[in-house]
């Protein structure tokens, strides 16, 4: 439903406008949605307006998602388990499809 | 009462389906759906309309595009463009410099290409009957003689290669900035002769098809190719040579290069043994340095193009249907 | 990220899925980017991906259309619309057709390009269509705040803009919908944060990542989800972190609040949902095009067989709605799932070799 992707501002025109950069293209991006921006930021554009200022990717959080990941795999059958029908539901959550 | 809408003149579907109803109205038809006309003796024949606005861009202007675009479509067909004639309708107070700026481009083109202009008419129409200046233009010439058989879609194989001779949609995304007003610097349209980088591909008794990617961009080439021979193609993304430009612009306007038109850029067709050498004599010439390897023709799913997307994922590669149309979701 | 490569990622949904599992995506633009990658061509059989109700265009109904193309045929009115609506049907055809007809249709793609637009013909009437959700609104916001400030008193919007919570609401209590996992927009959690959406897990039980666009974040938010349902533990998990503020962006959803005010709203093929929708507050009204114009009232939809509410609620796929592709197609669309680019029967369309999922 939305496309926004990532640019990085260059100039600031006004209290509510910049130019900033995404790929090769300069464009004129409106401010209003952020508190303060300054050039050098990294921000997610969206119709013509940023959204929100990019963080630097944490990789910590990341990390952590594939260790839960890796110690799940751990606790599994060495093969595939989508090929057979016969393994009992783990997960009682939600009524049978 | 259906009305023609602009996507009727986009070159996806849309034109694909009229131009199928225009053709009806002709009982006596010699049109094999190519860029261009070969008659039997070899002598080949083809016109175009050039409407475009903005009419200057960075890499050319309409006088330009007319020039190429016949030329172009005479040069995949194996015929050397040789003669011209352009129409000019002019809309009433246009001025007389700017008409001149374009017919001179029009000139440096046929003058690089030893193409001499034949003909031609001119009219001024009232105000408002056309929006500034159109260009019709024909090209004429004849085809090299070649031992083997006709250049066209009727000769592709299972097997064969398909090559892109330069980075797709770069006409699409330099009109698609100036009119969503994007400033892209290094961004210029592809709009130039293809003849020259071409010719030398005919000495490869393997050059099966090529064809001038227009409005509709490679993946509307492809599309025709495919549903015109009931076989597959299939490409790879990570193949195909990109432009940042192209890139930046497709981004910011939820556009995809595959449909962005091009002036300057021709799929090739070729027996695979043959595509080291013509890939060779492709980047030996300016216009195609950065040609590259993007697909193969197939048994496989006859009638679509199915790419291998970047990540190991396969989907289909459809024509675009009307205009494209930035979008923001 | 670690180095992930796609068939990897296929192998690792295959060991985490241990039974038949149904996931949602809610946003049109992880439909696309979806389709676009192939990832559909690398799930493991027992994993069904349904397409939700994501795409502000397809839940755009008919009737705001109509509104819109009503707008479109006063004299001295200019419409001013982003490209996705322009091949949305109404009732007689879209705002392109309207367009070949002589309307004044012009296509931004942002809503102070429309401000401009009236700032500088001031003898136009200029409206803004509105359309999208949270991502959208609160840039509506601001241009309708900065209009006041200019007195721009030929300028006003037709806000169609809707709000995601009320419609996954509906779909977690939908009993004839049973999802075991959603992946959440991005851009909408970035204004939102992650709490609107804890009531999913813990009143329903279902699984929620909040996921990125590219094709590595989209197969990781889908591997977070059968990491949440294998091992019984379905939470809100946001993966853009770089993105997404766990308190989403404050100062946007104030100026969205200061703006706007919920109402029941009309979700095409959904019906009317309630607090779903986003009105103009009192303050605003003089840059209301509801309120400027004069608006039909709806006559009776024109009954059509189109299933798009069944596409969006995840109950039939494409392929199995009886007018996919015959004679519903992107060249002649029935309805909006197959106008949008990022409706799923245009992505399926569009991407999906046929005959495969």
């Known amino acids: 439903m939305c496309l926004a992707i990532p640019h990085r501002i260059v100039a ?13 293209a300069e464009v004129l991006v409106r401010t209003d949605l952020l508190s303060s921006v300054q050039i050098g930021d990294s921000i997610l554009v969206h119709a013509g307006f940023a959204i929100e200022k990019l963080r630097e990717e944490d990789g910590r959080e990341l990390e952590s998602l594939w260790e839960e990941i890796r110690a799940l795999e751990a606790t599994l059958s060495p093969e595939p388990v989508s090929d057979s029908t016969d393994i009992p539901p783990v997960c009682p959550m939600a009524p049978s499809a | 009462m259906s009305r023609l809408t602009l996507g009727h003149g986009s070159g996806g579907r849309l034109t694909q389906q ?8 002709f009982p006596l038809t010699g049109h094999d759906m190519e860029d261009c006309a070969i008659a039997p003796d070899g002598s ?3 016109m175009d309309g050039f409407t475009v606005t903005p009419r200057f861009f960075p890499g050319g202007n309409l006088g330009k595009l007319a020039a190429c675009g016949v030329a172009n479509d005479l040069a995949v067909r194996g015929v050397r463009p040789e003669q011209l004639l352009l129409s000019v309708i002019a809309e009433e107070g246009f001025d007389e410099e700017e008409l001149l700026a374009h017919l001179r481009n029009a000139g440096a083109v046929c003058d690089a290409l030893a193409m001499r202009l034949v003909g031609g008419d001119t009219k001024v129409v009232p105000r408002g009957a056309v929006d500034g200046l159109f260009l019709s233009a024909c090209a004429m010439g004849r085809e090299i003689p070649r031992r083997e058989e006709r250049l066209g879609a009727a000769r592709l194989q299972p097997g064969d290669t398909i090559l892109l001779t330069g980075p797709a949609g770069r006409h699409g995304a330099t009109i698609a900035a100036a009119r969503y007003e994007l400033d892209v610097p290094g961004l210029t349209s592809d709009c130039a002769a293809l003849w020259p980088l071409l010719a030398p591909l005919l000495s490869l008794p393997g050059l099966r098809a090529m064809r001038d990617c227009t409005r509709g961009g490679v993946g509307t080439v492809l599309c025709e190719w495919a549903e015109s021979r009931h076989l597959g193609i299939s490409v790879e993304e990570r193949a195909f040579p990109v432009d940042p430009g192209v890139l930046s612009v497709a981004d910011l306007l939820g556009l995809d290069p595959l449909y962005l038109a091009c002036e300057g850029t021709a799929v090739v067709a070729i027996a695979p043994e043959e595509a080291v050498e013509a890939l060779r004599l492709l980047r030996s010439h300016p216009l195609g340095a950065e040609a590259a390897a993007i697909g193969v023709v197939t048994e496989e799913h006859p009638n679509l193009v199915s790419l291998t997307t970047r990540i190991g994922g396969r989907r289909l590669v459809d024509m675009p249907v009307g205009e494209l149309l930035p979008r923001i979701c | 990220m670690p180095e992930r490569t796609a068939p990897s990622f296929g192998e690792m949904l295959a060991r985490l899925v241990s039974r038949p599992t149904i996931l949602m995506e809610v946003c049109g633009t992880h439909t696309v980017s979806i389709f676009r990658n192939g990832i559909r061509s690398l799930l493991p059989k027992e994993l069904t991906l349904l397409s939700g109700p994501g795409c502000p265009v397809c839940v755009t109904d008919q009737s705001e259309i109509d509104a819109a193309l009503s707008l479109a045929s006063l004299s001295g009115v200019t419409v001013t619309t982003f490209g996705d609506l322009l091949r949305v049907p109404g009732r007689d055809g879209s705002l392109l057709d309207a367009r070949g007809r002589g309307a004044d249709v012009r296509i931004v793609t942002s809503a102070f390009q429309a401000l401009e637009t009236a700032l500088r013909e001031p003898e136009r009437q200029v409206v803004f269509l509105a359309p999208g959700f949270e991502t959208t609104a609160p840039s509506t916001a601001a241009v309708l705040l900065e209009a006041a400030e200019k007195k721009a008193t030929n300028f006003s919007v037709l806000s169609l803009h809707k709000l995601v919570p009320p419609v996954l609401r509906v779909l977690a209590a939908d009993p004839n919908l049973a999802v075991d996992g959603l992946l959440l927009p991005g851009h909408v959690s970035v204004i939102l944060g992650e709490a609107p959406y804890s009531f999913l897990p813990e009143q329903h039980g279902i699984a929620c990542a909040i996921a990125g666009f590219e094709a590595e974040e989209i197969l990781l938010g889908l591997t977070e989800l059968l990491r949440q349902i294998r091992t019984n533990r379905p939470t809100v998990r946001s993966l853009y972190g770089k ?4 308190e989403g962006n404050a100062r946007a959803r104030e100026l969205m609040e200061r703006v706007f005010r919920p109402v029941d709203a009309p979700w095409r093929g959904l019906g009317v949902l309630p607090s779903s929708g986003l009105a103009l507050r009192e303050e605003f009204l003089p840059w209301d095009a509801a309120q400027r114009f004069p608006l039909p009232t709806t006559p009776a939809q024109v009954e059509t067989g189109c299933r798009c509410g069944d596409i969006l609620t995840g109950k039939l796929t494409p ?3 009886p007018l996919f592709d015959n004679p519903c197609t992107p ?13 799923s029967c245009a992505a399926h369309y569009r991407y999906a070799l046929r005959g495969t999922p």
């Open chain 3, 243 to 246: 993105a997404v503020r766990p």
């Open chain 3, 319 to 321: 392929p199995e709605c």
């Open chain 2, 44 to 46: 080949g024949a083809t």
């Open chain 1, 12 to 24: 600031i025109t006004d209290e509510r406008t910049c130019r900033a950069r995404a790929g090769t």
């Open chain 3, 331 to 343: 060249a002649s669309p029935v309805g909006p799932c197959m106008v949008s680019s990022e409706g």
């Open chain 2, 18 to 25: 009229l131009v199928h109803r225009i053709a009806e109205c």
